[in-house]
Nanobody, 122 residues
Framework: QVQTVESGGGLVQPGGSLRLSCAAP????????VGWFRQVPGKEREGVLC????????YYTDSVKGRFTISRDSAKNVIYLQMNSLKPEDTAVYYC???????????????WGNGTLVVVAS
């Protein structure tokens, strides 16, 4: 069973930055799209950003435009989520998930990780 592994979360002050990483030991992202999702306890999971197998980027929410970016390092087989100008409302558990080729909603994602917690607070 493939499982993604998220890392890079932590506590950061408002206005700060974090870079999350998504890896998948034993699995090559290659022709897979990778999406970042987030969830606050008690709320529905929300899509953040996704990168397709051809590096087309999809924003699932306008709230991160101009602040978050997604990138793929094929040599390292890692997907990054760069988060700048963080706000308290960005606090959530962040998950990466993957499915073949194209970005889609969370229900279509095949493989998930356990998430990494991001807390934005002063």
């Amino acid at each position: 069973q493939v499982q993604t592994v998220e890392s890079g979360g932590g506590l950061v002050q408002p206005g700060g930055s974090l870079r999350l990483s998504c890896a998948a030991p034993g699995f090559t992202f290659g022709v897979y799209a990778v999406g970042w999702f987030r969830q606050v306890p008690g709320k529905e999971r929300e899509g953040v950003l996704c990168i397709s197998q051809s590096d087309v980027i999809t924003y699932y929410t306008d709230s991160v435009k101009g602040r978050f970016t997604i990138s793929r390092d094929s040599a390292k087989n890692v997907i990054y989520l760069q988060m700048n100008s963080l706000k308290p409302e960005d606090t959530a558990v962040y998950y990466c998930a993957t499915q073949p080729f194209y970005c889609g909603d969370s229900s279509g994602m095949d493989f998930w990780g356990n998430g990494t917690l991001v807390v934005v607070a002063s």
